[in-house]
């Protein structure tokens, strides 16, 4: 490519104060750049005003993008059907035949379920969501794990409620615009969620490792329990999260604790719910489980 | 720059007498692709690793080599901050990588003013890369070694897709220089 011709200004003092004037501003820039990052490092909540400010402008049309986007992983999933069509037909007849069996004994444990929590009074764990809405965006760029949600402290979304999707949990709302929030990931590096193994309560830690794993380190130390394909809920210890919404499941056993895959892929999920904050001095926690250390670690 | 464009798309670029590009089109159009790159994670992809290459600052790369001296050298300021309020980094990282990125490739065009597309791609490429991994830092990942294993398909991908950005900057290029204007 040849010399472009405004390099030099000539002789002309206004072209080469105009010139210098760039390149100070320019640096200047990149002064401000580092200024910031400074402030933002330190304080991560310091311009949220503005980044939902940027949401809430592009939400109406990320949302109607959103409502494609469904409709874009049909066709994939058309294609590649033609491929695998016999094999998924007799797979999931077989699959249908146990379900069915499966069905009706869960019908009878529900239906017993429902008669003992009525013995006790109990009510239903699960509360009512907040808000049902799709996840519109994510910063897929970034190494950070943020996913921009299309309903905002409009529709009564507040900062640090828990995000799930039918499939188990999302993350929760770290910034809250108009008509959009913000959410923080469970595979965000800096998303900690308080667990415990479904099977037998075993304490523990989900960290996010920013690269759609979990990171389970557990809160005992010492023999390593755990097991591939050990799942994991919230614990609920710590308040925030709702107690027994499904994290993830043990990929890989490491020497302090596990790798897991987070069970609700947020980008498959249509809608998530958002529930109200956990608060555990309510009345629930005294029919929970036997409280677990991680209520004293926090 | 060639490229696979219809033809009457190259009529339509053709200088006539009595039109003159816009100019209002032709100033506007490289910021409105940046800042369309920019937007990229407003797009309905919900990723739970860093997938996307970063498609505004590729934008600006190609943009800077393609036409230099057409963004001012102060461009990564406004630019970066547009990036910054929808990337999900710390805000500032934006900011002050793409001034630097902006203010290194001036330099590099006074230094080096004859390249050819191959010599621009490897200077793209070690510049996004270095971005990327920089811009990684920025977020909090130097506590995670495996985080840089993470990123390589989006590196791989980033680097790749600079020939296509490129082109379609190119392809705006054309458009924006269109003679839709009557003089006189």
């Known amino acids: 490519m040849a010399p472009s011709a405004n390099r030099r200004p000539g002789s002309s003092r206004r072209a080469q104060y105009s010139t210098f004037a760039s390149y100070v501003i320019a640096f200047a820039g990149a002064l401000l750049g580092a200024i910031l990052l400074v402030v933002s490092t330190g304080n991560a909540g310091a311009f949220a005003f503005w980044r939902s400010a940027a949401s809430d402008a592009t939400a109406p049309t990320a949302s109607a993008a959103a409502t494609g986007r469904s409709t874009g992983q049909d066709v994939w999933a058309t294609i590649a059907g033609y491929f695998t069509f016999g094999s998924h037909v007799a797979r999931t007849e077989r699959e249908l035949a146990l379900a069915r069996v499966k069905l009706a004994e869960a019908a009878a444990v529900a239906d017993e379920n429902r008669r003992l929590k009525a013995l006790l009074a109990l009510e239903q764990a699960e509360p009512r969501p907040v808000a049902t809405a799709r996840l519109i965006g994510s910063t897929s760029t970034s190494t950070r794990r943020f996913a921009t949600l299309g309903a905002g402290s409009g529709q009564g979304v507040q900062v640090g409620m828990p995000v799930r999707s039918p499939l188990g949990l999302v993350g929760r709302v770290l910034e809250t615009g108009q008509r959009s929030a913000r959410v923080l990931l469970i595979t965000d590096g800096e998303s900690v969620v308080p667990v415990k193994r479904a099977s037998d309560g075993v304490p523990a830690f989900a960290t996010g490792r920013g690269d759609g794993t979990l990171q389970i380190r557990l809160i005992t130390l010492g023999l390593n329990p755990l097991k591939p394909g050990d799942a994991f809920v919230t614990s609920g210890s710590g308040g925030l999260y709702w107690p027994g919404v499904a994290v993830g499941v043990v990929t890989r056993v490491t020497r302090d604790g596990a790798i897991a895959r987070p069970l609700s892929d947020p980008g498959m999920t249509e809608f998530v719910a958002v529930q109200p904050l956990w608060q555990e001095t309510e009345p629930q926690t005294a029919t929970d489980a036997p409280p677990s250390p991680a209520a004293a670690v926090n | 720059m060639p490229g696979p464009f219809a033809e009457p798309l ?162 705006v290029d054309r458009l924006r220089l269109i003679p839709v204007r009557e003089v006189g």
């Not at chain 2, 929808?86 to 793409?98: A, D, I, K, T």
């Open chain 2, 10 to 171: 190259l009529d339509l670029t053709r200088p006539r007498i009595n039109r003159a590009p816009s100019s209002v089109l032709a100033l506007a159009l490289p910021w409105v692709l940046v800042m369309l790159g920019s937007l990229s994670p407003t797009w309905p992809i919900i990723a739970s690793a860093p997938v996307l290459p970063p498609l505004g600052f590729l934008f600006l790369l190609a943009w800077l080599h393609l036409r230099p001296g057409l963004f001012p050298v102060w461009a990564g300021l406004p630019l970066g901050l547009f990036d910054d309020l929808f990337s999900g980094q710390p805000m500032g990282s934006g900011v002050l990588l793409w001034s630097v990125a902006t203010i290194g490739m001036d330099y590099l065009e006074t230094r080096f003013p004859w390249r050819g597309f191959i010599t621009n791609w490897l200077v793209a490429s070690a510049v996004i890369v270095g971005y990327l991994v920089i811009a990684a830092q920025f977020a909090g990942a130097a506590s995670n070694g495996m985080l840089l294993i993470a990123m390589a398909p989006q590196l791989a991908m980033a680097v790749l897709a600079y020939p296509i950005a490129a082109q379609l900057v190119g392809l």
